[in-house]
Nanobody, 119 residues
Framework: QVQLVESGGGLVQPGGSLRLSCAAS????????MGWYRQAPGKQRELVAV???????NYADSVKGRFTISRDNARNTVYLQMNSLKPEDTAVYYC?????????????WGQGTQVTVSS
């Protein structure tokens, strides 16, 4: 079984910064894409950012220029540096990983971490 453990959420004032981390552990051959999604109250879960095993990235338009995704393949960890945070960034943030086990691929999700942007 593979587990994704997130950390780094919390309460921050508008304009502030937070850094989320997500570490994958368990039985796996490798990890393809890793990323972050978020879900605000009453809204659907949406993609925030994704990074491939080779380091290619993709961002939601709403976070471009403010958020940066990165990963440490040796530690099976993905990070999300969030700067210039806005109240509309408030949501539960979920880590995601596409894991390879032998020849099959599986999607795994973290438990979610709350990010609240408020004065």
């Amino acid at each position: 079984q593979v587990q994704l453990v997130e950390s780094g959420g919390g309460l921050v004032q508008p304009g502030g910064s937070l850094r989320l981390s997500c570490a994958a552990s368990g039985s796996m051959s490798s990890i393809n894409d890793m990323g972050w999604y978020r879900q605000a109250p009453g809204k659907q879960r949406e993609l925030v950012a994704v990074i491939t095993s080779g380091g290619n990235t993709n961002y939601a338009d709403s976070v471009k220029g403010r958020f940066t995704i990165s990963r440490d393949n040796a530690r099976n960890t993905v990070y999300l540096q969030m700067n210039s945070l806005k109240p509309e960034d408030t949501a539960v943030y979920y880590c995601y990983a596409n894991v390879v086990k032998r020849t099959a691929k599986y999607d795994y999700w973290g438990q979610g971490t709350q990010v609240t942007v408020s004065s």
